[in-house]
């Protein structure tokens, strides 16, 4: 009893001091006019079919192997299945390479997809530019990509971070403010939900395909890295469809094997500078789990020699202060924060909650069900955690946050928008969140982002009194 008791006048007098204290991080002054989003209709620019017989569309590429030196490339085609070999030569070279891919079908309820082609390109060199061609035959389309330079400590690298996309016209906005800014990224880290297609009836799977459509001016020329959302389950068993993550892992490729993981939703890369780890909120992540087993041996192979910056990727947050999804992540961190901690993970960047935020570098790890110490503490060897599920979907913005801003909350603000990752060497990258402003992206939220490995120096930009 005197045991309960103390720690009850312990954890008080904890409460008193930190709302004495401790005021939070900045809650956004800026405020966007919150207004319905709609889907772009059927007819618009960004969803029209290329031209021509059998032309492939939806063309996408991610990368296809674990350092780098490789490309899957994707595209459908509508009427037959066609040709499913990629040419593709180096800009200095008149020699054409090429390379098999297959094909597959799927069907959807009373939807029949069209032909859903994957093609390795393998052996590439690094830091080069690279022309492909698909639909060899009938209608040719070339486009091209650029390889990462090879995997090394100090490599500037610029990642592009997008999540919760969907196919509104604020999702034109976010795309169309990625590709115009000034700091242009390489490759896109996107943290889940694509397409939306399980808002509409029957989870229409049509909207998958138009959302290829969409992205398909940068998905055809600089790798996504994909993430699993709950949209991407496709679950609905009402109608037949009981098996989960149907439409994209028949759309969609990962280089899960490459890492050694069972399954397509939790790998990891190496690109540049940077060890990706990406995970699935929404696979079982419980001890002995594949998922579980696999993080378990993936993370003590990461070499901060090698790749200093160690970035995951997750679809639901950690830490959140909207009222949005509040507390989802909450039974993977506790599976898994001791872990970042330990091995000091520089950055988890989530979607899922319609809005922007930072989070302190702060962990909570230290609750062992009898001593009560729950709170998230100050912590250097923490990740950043970011939120940037604001793609700007037709779910809407999340607006509501839990008032007062809670101290592991940086920064929050309720608007779409996009950010890059300029990753400079193996203890600085420059971060920076743009908000979709009335048409305008604008620097929202920035700052130099310090490694944990190499220069583990506190780099929060509130003053923190607690
Ligand atoms: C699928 O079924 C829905 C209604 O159940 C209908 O509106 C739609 O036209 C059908 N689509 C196809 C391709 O048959
Ligand atoms: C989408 O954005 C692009 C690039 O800004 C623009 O050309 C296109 O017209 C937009 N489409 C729609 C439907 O808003
Ligand atoms: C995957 O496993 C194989 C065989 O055990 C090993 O040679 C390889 O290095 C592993 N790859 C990674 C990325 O861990
Ligand atoms: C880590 O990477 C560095 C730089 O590439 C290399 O010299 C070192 O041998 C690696 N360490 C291990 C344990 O593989
Ligand atoms: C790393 O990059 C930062 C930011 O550009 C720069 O200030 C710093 O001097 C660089 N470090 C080295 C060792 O070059
Ligand atoms: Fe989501």
């Not at 709302?19 to 618009?44: A, Q, W, Y």
């Amino acid at each position: 009893m005197g045991f309960v008791s103390s720690g009850f006048v312990v954890a008080v007098v904890v409460l008193l001091s930190s709302s004495v204290l401790c005021n939070g991080g900045i809650t956004s002054s800026f405020v966007r006019k919150v207004e319905k989003t709609i889907d772009m209709p059927f007819h618009s620019d960004v969803f029209s079919v290329p031209p021509g017989y059998n032309a492939p569309q939806q063309v996408h590429i991610t990368q296809g192997d674990h350092e780098g030196k490789a490309m899957i490339v994707s595209w459908v085609t509508m009427e037959e299945p066609g040709s499913s070999t990629v040419s593709y030569w180096s800009e200095n070279s008149k020699h054409k390479n090429k390379a098999m891919g297959n094909f597959n079908t799927y069907k959807y309820y009373n939807y029949t997809s069209g032909y859903i082609h994957h093609c390795t390109l393998r052996n590439l060199k690094f830091d080069t530019k690279y022309f492909y061609e698909v639909g060899i035959g009938q209608t040719p389309r070339t486009f091209w990509f650029v390889t990462p330079p090879a995997v090394g400590p100090d490599v500037p690298y610029t990642f592009g971070l997008i999540g919760d996309l969907g196919q509104t016209y604020d999702s034109n906005s976010t795309l169309t403010h990625y590709e115009h800014n000034p700091i242009v990224g390489k490759a896109v880290l996107y943290v889940g939900d694509l397409s939306y297609a399980d808002n509409h009836p029957n989870h229409d799977n049509v909207k998958w395909d138009t959302w290829g459509r969409f992205v398909e001016r940068s998905t055809a020329y600089q790798p996504w890295i994909w993430t699993t959302g709950n949209h991407e389950i496709d679950y609905a068993p009402e109608i037949g469809e009981s098996v989960p993550f149907k439409p994209f892992t028949h759309r969609y490729r990962t280089p899960h094997k490459a890492s050694n993981s069972s399954d397509p939703f939790w790998y990891s890369i190496k690109r540049a500078s940077a060890y990706v780890i990406v995970l699935s909120s929404y696979s079982a992540y419980g001890m002995y789990t594949p998922q579980y087993q696999w993080l378990y041996e993936e993370l003590p192979k990461v070499n901060r020699s090698e790749t200093p910056w160690l970035i995951v990727l997750v679809h639901s947050p950690w830490y959140n202060s909207y009222k949005y999804h509040y507390m989802e992540g909450e039974s993977m961190r506790v599976m898994y924060e001791p872990w970042f901690v330990q091995y000091k993970v520089d950055i988890v960047f989530a979607g899922h909650v319609h809005a922007y935020e930072r989070s302190e570098r702060v962990s909570n790890i230290a609750y062992n069900i009898v001593n009560g110490i729950c709170r998230p503490v100050s912590d250097q060897s923490a990740p950043v955690y970011i939120t940037i599920g604001d793609g700007g979907n037709i779910e809407g913005l999340a607006t509501i946050m839990t008032e007062p801003q809670p101290e592991y909350s940086a920064f929050r603000e309720a608007s779409f928008g996009h950010a890059v990752l300029d990753i400079k060497n193996r203890t600085h990258a420059y971060y920076a969140w743009h908000r979709n402003q009335d048409g305008d992206s604008v620097k929202g939220d920035a700052l130099w982002i310090f490694n944990r490995y190499w220069h583990q120096i506190d780099d929060s930009t509130t003053s923190r009194s607690g």
